[in-house]
C-alpha cells in the first residue's frame, strides 16, 4: 500500500511565515496497520503449520528409524544364525568325507569276493560242527570195535 508521502516545504525567507505541517490521513494509516497486521497472522499460522508438519515429519523419521533398526537387528541376527548352520553343514561334510575316504573302494571290494569266490567259504565248518563229526567218528569208531569183539556166531 502507498503511504503518503509529504510534500517539501516551500521555501520561504529567513524570517518569513512557517511552512504548513502536511496533513496525514489517519483512516489511511490504521488500514496499512490492519492489513500489515492480518499479514503478519496469516504469515505466523503458516509458520506454526509448517512447524507442525516438521515436528509430524521428525516424529514419523524416528518411529520408522527405530523400526528399522529393529528389522536389521533381527536380520543380523538371522544371518548369524544360518552362518552358524552353514558352518555346521561344512562340518558334517567333512566328516562325512572322512568317513567315505576310510570305507573300501570298489576295486578292493571286487579282490575280496575274487578270494571268497576262490575259497568258498560256505563249505567251511564251525567249531561245532567239526566236534560233532569227531564225536559221531569216535561214537562210529568205538561201535565197530564193540562189534569187532563180538564173537561171531555162524
Do not use: C
Not at 1 to 24: C, R
Not at 52 to 78: C, T, V
Not at 93 to 117: F, T, W
Amino acid at each position: 500500500m502507498d503511504a503518503p508521502v509529504a510534500q517539501p516545504a516551500p521555501k520561504t525567507s529567513l524570517f518569513g511565515s512557517k511552512p504548513a505541517v502536511p496533513t496525514v490521513d489517519l483512516s489511511e494509516v490504521q488500514q496499512d496497520i490492519n492489513s500489515l497486521s492480518t499479514r503478519l497472522r496469516i504469515g505466523e499460522e503458516r509458520y506454526n503449520d509448517l512447524r507442525r508438519q516438521l515436528q509430524f515429519i521428525e516424529q514419523q523419521s524416528m518411529s520408522n528409524q527405530k523400526k528399522a533398526m529393529g528389522e536389521l537387528k533381527m536380520l543380523n541376527g538371522e544371518v548369524t544364525e544360518v552362518k552358524h548352520s552353514i558352518s555346521e553343514l561344512q562340518n558334517r561334510m567333512i566328516l562325512l568325507i572322512k568317513e567315505l575316504q576310510l570305507m573300501a573302494k570298489k576295486s578292493d571290494v571286487d579282490v575280496l569276493r575274487k578270494y571268497l569266490d576262490f575259497w568258498e567259504p560256505v563249505k567251511f565248518v564251525n567249531a561245532g560242527q567239526v566236534e560233532k563229526i569227531v564225536k559221531d567218528e569216535i561214537e562210529s569208531a568205538r561201535q565197530k570195535d564193540a562189534d569187532s569183539e563180538k564173537p561171531s556166531t555162524e
